[in-house]
């Protein structure tokens, strides 16, 4: 393939973006000296760039209709089985629609994307198809995975298993969706706001999102590579520490992780909380313009239980968790814009695999239709572009440096208590915006399910939501965090709560 080479005046339009002087000589020396360069990009496309293996068969599959999807959490059906042994031997699992199985189709819940096959296996994939696995399909996502709601898919709403009036949660929609409904096992959710926890508070099932870099990234969509977690939705804490041990560990490929070791996450599971020092954090409740009364007090009821299993409870206040959200507002929005959206997903500075082809069709998809982006991305491109063109990246840097000073605040309260504990989400599932919702409307129920979950992807620390209660025929979601590396204890915790409320 040959690489077209820049003319003069191509350019002379580039050195104007720059503000740079050039002279017509000047560039006429430019335009020499660039055309020795590109014959290494000529050379580069002549090597075979090493891929992810593709060791187990299967077929794309099929998009499902009507009765075979009635929640509209399939994007597509498919049989892919691995070992006929392993820890998941006989369990089926789906897949959030921003992971990679090759030969299937991957729209990450935008027609951006929509169209694109991937032709390799995320690192997760094949570890869960080595340890017997069989993946059923992948699950419906939110739009590039920005959005707290289910009603930004560009395939339609995700319907709550429990209320089909109401909203799954999201952006791992499809997934918490599938599990509750017992249509799989498990499934495999994605996080950088909430979008594990969230959907899995809403519909009622166990969603935990590892401690940072534990789980590698490798082959699926990012949004935000200090704030990209992928971790495992099932109906049981022992599912979900069977899942983790099998996807937990490095690959070599993921810059996001750095050395921690997986455990032996299911031999933590002893069914009660016996010597475990539990810290109720009390800025997670009482949210202004966030929480709902009968959130805040089942899950505090639920928290003051631990007692009966053999914890110590006591109240904890950790004042900079209400900043959580705005330091996350600022790295959400800027590091998007930077990474997903001008960097064609997978951006540039770091060592790792490059799914190539994934970077290709969605930056030719963007550049084709970027009016069917959904209206959070709209809102968050236009900020984040404007916030780097004006303030230089600036603000995305005091944030950056104030997410350590959050972690932190986190730390020093985990000094004193094993785990830490409030609302998932502030509220119950919501309803779904109208056909005739504004823009305002749509926004809002995207975005305003973050509060108490967004933080934890700043520091990395792990994070489970448990099922505590229901109010209104709604599942209420309590979340259970724990120290960095330390996913064994969070798990260990919310096990003790599901034995004691069985």
């Known amino acids: 393939m040959a690489i077209q080479r820049p003319t003069q005046q191509q350019l002379a339009n580039i050195a104007e973006h720059y503000k740079l002087d050039l002279s017509e000589g000047d560039l006429k020396t430019f335009h020499t000296l660039i055309s020795g360069t590109v014959s290494s990009y000529e050379r580069i496309l002549q090597i075979v760039e090493p891929a992810l293996p593709v060791k187990y068969p299967r077929t794309p599959g099929y998009r499902p209709e009507g009765e075979e999807n009635k929640l509209n959490a399939w994007y597509y059906k498919s049989s892919i089985k691995g070992s006929p042994v392993g820890k998941l031997a006989g369990k089926t699992i789906a897949l959030k629609d921003n992971i990679s199985l090759a030969g299937v189709p991957m729209m990450n819940g935008s027609a951006i994307l929509e169209g694109f096959v991937p032709d390799e296996d995320a690192t997760i994939v094949t570890r869960m198809l080595d340890a017997g696995a069989e993946i059923v399909g992948k699950a419906v996502c939110e739009d590039l995975c920005l959005s707290g709601g289910s009603h930004t898919s560009a395939s339609g709403p995700v319907l709550n298993p429990h209320d089909p009036t109401r909203m799954a949660g999201g952006s791992s929609s499809g997934s918490a969706a599938l599990v509750a409904s017992g249509e799989v096992d498990m499934a495999i959710g994605c996080d950088q706001g909430g979008s594990i926890r969230m959907p899995s508070s809403w519909c009622g099932v166990y969603g935990h999102k590892p401690t940072y870099g534990l789980v590698p990234y490798t082959g699926i969509f990012p949004i935000e590579q200090t704030l990209d977690h992928a971790g495992p939705i099932a109906r049981t804490v022992e599912d979900v520490a ?3 041990e099998v996807i937990a560990g490095a690959d070599g490929l993921d810059p996001r992780q750095s050395g921690l070791e997986p455990k032996s996450y299911t031999e933590a599971l002893v069914g009660h909380a016996k010597g475990l020092r539990i810290g109720i954090v009390q800025e997670g409740f009482g949210r202004e313009g966030f929480s709902e009364e009968d959130v805040d007090r089942i899950v505090r009821d639920a928290a003051l239980s631990f007692v009966k299993c053999g914890a110590e409870v006591q109240d904890v206040s950790i004042p900079m968790h209400i900043d959580g959200l705005h330091i996350w507002n600022v790295i959400g929005t800027e590091g998007t814009t930077s990474q997903m959206v001008n960097g064609n997903a997978l951006g540039a500075n770091w060592k790792g695999h490059y799914s190539t082809k994934l970077l290709d069709a969605y930056a030719k998809g963007r550049q084709m239709r970027p009016n069917e982006y959904s209206e959070t991305v709209k809102m968050i491109m236009l900020l984040g572009q404007y916030m780097q063109t004006e303030y230089n990246g600036k603000f995305y840097a005091i944030a950056q440096n104030l997410s350590r000073k959050l972690k932190q605040a986190y730390d020093d309260a985990l000094d004193r208590f094993d785990v830490l504990i409030m609302p998932t989400t502030p509220m119950k599932a919501t309803r779904f915006p109208g056909p005739e919702a504004s823009k305002e409307e749509y926004i809002a129920r995207a975005l305003e399910t973050i509060p108490n979950t967004a933080p934890f992807d700043l520091t990395g620390h792990p994070a489970i939501n448990v099922p505590c209660g229901t109010s209104e025929g709604l599942p209420i979601g309590m979340m259970i965090i724990g120290r960095f590396g330390e996913d064994e204890t969070v798990l260990r915790a919310a096990h003790a709560f599901e034995m004691m409320n069985r």
Do not use: A, D, E
């Open 242 to 244: 069977l899942l983790l």
